[in-house]
């Protein structure tokens, strides 16, 4: 009897485990994250938070710790704090408070490295560092705007060109105009809304080209005080009647990586650059990752790389670059709808095509259509009034897949399609989360299924 006892707490215990990541709020300034310790593994095993969030281990059976000090492959970044917890009937939580961004990797010292979780923390809540639609006048300069012209001689100064690009489910996509990196000309970079030295960066942008040369870089990640440590590039170059990509990070020292897959003059794509930030003085990674058509909502294999260079550490990274290469060697190429964020569940946060009709009477969540879907379905609600607004996707474990919706929103009814790609086939849950500023919520959850 004590037995059964035992396994039905268990089995409730992890109920409630699970139901806490479920629905856990975006929306509250800071969030208390749950993961159950059973059966040999954390529950989820990967988890996402901001400074100033804490995150809580509950025992549901077994004997484990909770480990990240640095042994058995466990890490942390610099200026956080250690922990080493016992997680078992005596000791059945323990919570840790994040101070500092980065990834965590830590463990159960009983069970790794088979039981093990990671834990990416962002610098505050930002869903995106940048974001430019070159949304202003066509042939105004992109110094008119929060840009900073470097090199170049002043020549041929980047500019708002119309008109702007589109991409199927980008947010970003059909706003504004675009600009052209010309062959030669003066470059310009643009601050972050904060730099950040640790964890990853993911630039996204659409890119339409127009002619190739030999090969030079065109977008990089730059620290926020240079304008010459470029800390990942992405390259371009004729490849027959087609051109090609490219990847280095910021050195002459640096070969180019390029890919193996030709592109077409005129036709739009999406492009992320991945920087990443590794222990050691030449250990950083670079990525590059495009898409024809599509946005997967998991991060997928890299399309070249990661690679790793000679150039040394770049310190933070803080600002995005546009450069207009040499005459000899540089393409021409359009770029538009720039996103700078920490994860890749945030280059898709935001709405895209909404439909916002008369203001209606009371709050609602609509079942998705199709559902079953395969590989995209779209999720329509309402808002009588205007508030902050989370729509997000969880596997069946509790996990954030996909981010739809964080911002503040205006009342009226909404749609925002959810892309499945990426993801294998089971049943999913989204969830509506609002908040107004008096503090009254409104949750709402349902289920779908994508079947392939």
């Given at each position: 009897m004590k037995l059964i006892n035992r396994i039905r707490k268990s089995y409730l215990t992890f109920a409630i485990l699970f139901v806490s990541v479920l629905f856990l709020s975006t929306t509250a300034k800071s969030n208390i994250i749950n993961i159950g310790v059973s059966s040999n593994s954390f529950t989820p095993n990967n988890v996402s938070a901001n400074v100033g969030d804490t995150i809580k281990w509950n025992w549901v059976d077994g004997f484990h710790t909770t480990t990240c000090d640095g042994t058995l492959g466990t890490s942390f970044p610099p200026g956080a704090s250690s922990w080493n917890s016992p997680i078992d009937n005596s000791s059945p939580s323990y919570t840790y408070a994040i101070a500092v961004s980065g990834i965590y990797n830590y463990v159960c010292t009983f069970h790794a490295p088979g039981m093990a979780g990671t834990i990416t923390v962002g610098s505050g809540g930002l869903n995106s560092y940048l974001d430019e639609n070159f949304d202003y006048p066509t042939g105004d300069t992109l110094g008119d705007h929060g840009w900073n012209s470097?090199?170049?001689?002043?020549?041929?100064?980047?500019?708002a060109t119309n008109p702007g690009l589109e991409y199927t489910g980008y947010p970003l996509s059909a706003i504004g105009n675009a600009t052209t990196v010309n062959i030669s000309g003066q470059d310009a970079y643009k601050n972050f809304a904060q730099s950040d030295s640790s964890g990853s960066f993911y630039a996204t942008?659409?890119?339409?080209?127009?002619?190739?040369?030999?090969?030079?870089?065109?977008l990089a990640f730059l620290p926020n005080n240079s304008t010459t440590f470029y800390s990942g590039r992405v390259q371009a170059r004729v490849s027959g009647t087609n051109f090609n990509l490219g990847i280095s990070k910021g050195a002459s020292t640096d070969v180019t990586v390029w890919g193996t897959e030709n592109y077409t003059f005129g036709t739009t794509y999406l492009v992320v650059l991945k920087f990443t930030f590794v222990a050691g003085t030449t250990n950083d990674e670079v990525s590059l990752y495009v898409f024809s058509s599509?946005?997967?909502a998991a991060e997928p294999t890299a399309t070249i790389g990661p690679s790793t260079f000679p150039s040394g550490d770049p310190g933070n990274i803080g600002r995005i670059a546009l450069r207009q290469g040499t005459a000899a060697s540089?393409?021409?190429?359009?770029?538009?709808?720039?996103?700078?964020?920490?994860?890749?569940t945030n280059i898709v946060t935001g709405i895209g095509n909404n439909t916002v009709s008369s203001v209606p009477e009371s709050f609602s969540l609509a079942q998705n259509y199709p559902n079953p879907f395969n590989p995209t379905t779209t999720i329509k609600f309402s808002l009588p009034e205007k508030g902050f607004v989370n729509l997000a996707v969880y596997n069946s474990l509790g996990k954030e897949v996909s981010n739809l919706v964080n911002e503040n929103m205006e009342a009226g009814t909404f749609s925002s399609q959810f892309d499945g790609t990426g993801l294998s086939s089971g049943v999913y849950f989204y969830k509506l989360s609002y908040t107004n500023q008096n503090g009254n919520n409104f949750i709402d959850t349902k289920r779908l299924l994508l079947v392939k």
């Open positions: 470097f090199s170049g001689s002043g020549i041929n100064a980047l500019a942008f659409m890119l339409n080209g127009i002619s190739a040369q030999t090969g030079d870089y065109f599509g946005i997967p540089a393409p021409s190429l359009r770029v538009d709808g720039i996103r700078v964020t920490k994860s890749w």
